[in-house]
């Protein structure tokens, strides 16, 4: 306590340079807990928008050909075929639903309105497998299916587009694509929802799957994607692999084609945003090693400022242990109070970054591992800078520190 007491009144002496010295340990801890932080938030956002999806989506999209030698990817738009609908869903015990998908980009008239968005074919069961709520009228039914209706769902963002505020059920708007023109009747709109997986709803015009076959996207029996859903999250791996080994023994190269389930892309997302949290965070420590190098000049500063002193305790029965764990301790005490400091002001800079990124849906969630992590650094940097001009003050000789001027 005697040795705590004494660092504190040195210390104290000139608040201006302890002050300076704390500084780049207080803004390294900042930068590590609050990189750490948005790392945290980014990953928890993402997974929920994945999550909300369900655990048991699977999703079968074309592969990519070319992309070698400077040439681009080019995506196999022919290869998936409603006859695989049908072996999956006749030959993959484990999935419990599967629908085809036609899609394809189309201006989108209403009167003087004009947009592109995204036609959406797929059949009723569509919207249970991606969870899509009802905002306003109503979904497509399998008799629409059946009678080729000419009528769409239509996304959140493009409602809002085309019609404003106003309640779209009932409006009649136009498909076109070069000589392609036809009339759609708005029979529902979908609450915002967001990206799902593959695809965003709130951009998307969704209508009967045979409406969009026969007058809008013609494939001649192919399809530009497949939505499967496993029984239940327990089977979803094996409904996976049942879908890889249906496609693969008639394509026979699993480079055509891309199986994605809810799993697969949290481990890709997880995985990302370790590795960019982990970058920010190595580069927001270094502020901490160069506030270090800070401390250490400081003290040995601190230590030829003080030789005189050094000597006359000495001279007094002082013991270099005794002096070694003085300067030590003040080390040490300016990293603590400084990542004291860095952690209360971490806080602080979470709270109005949140507020400020609030409408990018972006998170800074703070754990008290990364707490702990950026306090302990802090006082090992304390302990492992101040050595060094410690020691030096410690081997000082009691005479020579006496005749110092």
Known sequence: MEILMEAFRSLGKDKVRTFLSMLGIVIGVIAVIVAIAIGAGTTANVTARISSLGSNVIIVTPGFSGGFGGRAASVLTSVLQETDVQNIQNMAPDVGTVTPVLQKSFNILYQATNTVATVFGAYPDTFSILGLPIQYGRLITQQDEQNYANVAVIGNTIATTLFGNQNPVGQTIYVTNGNIKVALTIIGELQETGSKLTFNPDTMLMIPYTTASARLIQLNGGVSQIIASAKSANTALDAVSEINNILYMRLQNSNQYRVISQNQILSTVSQTTDVLTLLL??????????????????????????????????????????????????????????????????????????????????????????????????????????????????KKSPVEALRYE
């Open 281 to 394: 965070a190595s580069i927001a420590a270094i502020s901490m090693i160069v506030g270090g190098i800070g401390i250490m000049n400081i003290m040995l500063v601190s230590v030829t400022e003080r030789t005189k002193e050094i000597g006359v305790k000495m001279a007094m029965g002082a013991t270099r242990r005794r002096i070694l764990g003085e300067f030590l301790v003040e080390s040490m005490f300016i990293t603590i109070v400084a990542g004291a400091i860095g952690v209360g002001f971490s806080f602080l800079i979470a709270m109005i970054v949140t507020y400020l990124a609030s409408g990018l849906g972006l998170m800074v969630i703070i754990t008290w591992p990364s707490i702990a992590l950026s306090f302990g650094v802090s006082v090992a940097i304390g302990l492992f800078f101040g050595l060094y001009p410690a020691y030096m003050a410690s």
